[in-house]
């Protein structure tokens, strides 16, 4: 069939499905209240102004004739799919997330969702700290891993001072868990 044919949007449901970060058979989309509320402004704002702005900028340019040629127009529509795509992916995100506040948990020692935790492999001693987040929230960047990421699901449910077993792509590896941190609960 030839390509003047297809529907735009049915590539854009494949690649927005393979956009989508995995989420284990039966789990569920875990969130911070602060990864939420991000989630959500982001949403909003896409919504209540990028979209708009851009809508007026395709009406405009649509109303100066010849689109073919066109690039107000011709990036305007492409720029409106792109919005229009993340703003499915966020809406989907949002209906699905189950949101967990990490503060429940502060001074306790055990780890778990929302957990900030500072361990030494045992084979070189190297020490690192990350904190366990959601799929849509975590930033390897700046220490957040994934709460599905293998260093995390190795360490969820131990114990500061426990040795977990983390299993890499060179071998296993012996994980010592120094200290287990969580948010202080804000005050009411």
């Known amino acids: 069939m030839s ?22 058979a039966g789990g ?6 602060q990864g939420y509320a991000r989630l959500r402004s982001e949403l909003l704002q896409l919504i209540d102004e990028e979209r708009p702005k851009v809508v007026e ?7 100066n004739g010849d689109r073919s040629e066109n690039g107000d127009y011709i990036y305007g ?6 919005i229009d795509r ?14 967990t ?9 055990q780890v778990f969702f929302g957990a900030t ?11 690192r700290t990350i904190t366990i987040l959601g799929i849509d929230e975590a930033d390897s960047a700046h220490g957040q891993v994934s709460w599905i990421s ?20 060179a071998g296993v590896k012996g994980v010592e868990i120094l200290e287990v941190r969580y948010p202080a609960p804000e005050a009411a």
């Open 3 to 24: 390509k003047a044919f297809t529907r735009e949007s049915d590539s854009e449901e494949d690649e927005e499905g393979a956009a989508l970060p995995a989420l284990p």
């Open 28 to 33: 569920k989309n875990y969130i911070t209240p």
């Open 57 to 63: 900028v395709v009406h405009w340019a649509a109303s």
């Open 77 to 82: 529509k492409k720029r409106l799919r792109e």
């Open 86 to 99: 993340r703003i499915r992916f966020l809406t989907k995100r949002l209906e699905i997330a189950e949101v």
């Open 101 to 109: 506040d990490p503060s429940l948990h502060h001074g306790h020692d």
């Open 117 to 127: 935790v500072s361990y030494a492999e045992e084979d070189t001693g190297a020490q």
């Open 150 to 169: 293998p260093i995390a699901r190795a360490l969820l449910k131990a114990r500061e001072g426990d040795v977990v077993k983390l299993v890499t792509p």
